[in-house]
Nanobody, 120 residues
């Protein structure tokens, strides 16, 4: 059953910006962390950014200073603002509801269907 839905993906030129959003169900949320992962075809899933239940955000070294993760509790959405995009940022991006409070992965994590980002 689909529990998270991403939107905002698309194509952008290098150096440009893009914003991804994820609808998070408040009634079904049962985790201490929300995050964004990305994956290229046949590649591994890379943790891009996370925000825990205390509001602390962490970023992968590859995106630090360029990406910003945020949560809008009123709207029930998780957002990833991406700036100064590079071709290596091209990937399918996934919204993830993580059950572990330290934002480490678990088989019980809930994943969205993903949204494609292409930087050229």
């Amino acid at each position: 059953d689909v529990q998270l839905v991403e939107s905002g993906g698309g194509s952008v030129q290098a150096g440009g910006s893009l914003e991804l959003s994820c609808a998070v169900s408040r009634s079904t949320r049962n985790s201490g962390c929300l995050g964004w992962f990305r994956q290229i075809p046949l590649g591994f899933r890379e943790k891009v950014a996370t925000v825990d239940d205390d509001g602390r955000a962490k970023y992968a070294d590859s995106v630090k200073g360029r990406f910003t993760i945020s949560e809008d509790n009123a709207e029930g959405t998780l957002t990833l603002q991406m700036a100064r995009l590079k071709p290596e940022d091209s990937a399918r991006y996934y919204c993830v509801d993580m059950i572990r409070y330290d934002c480490t992965s678990s088989p019980s994590d809930r994943w969205g269907q993903g949204t494609q980002v292409t930087v050229s």
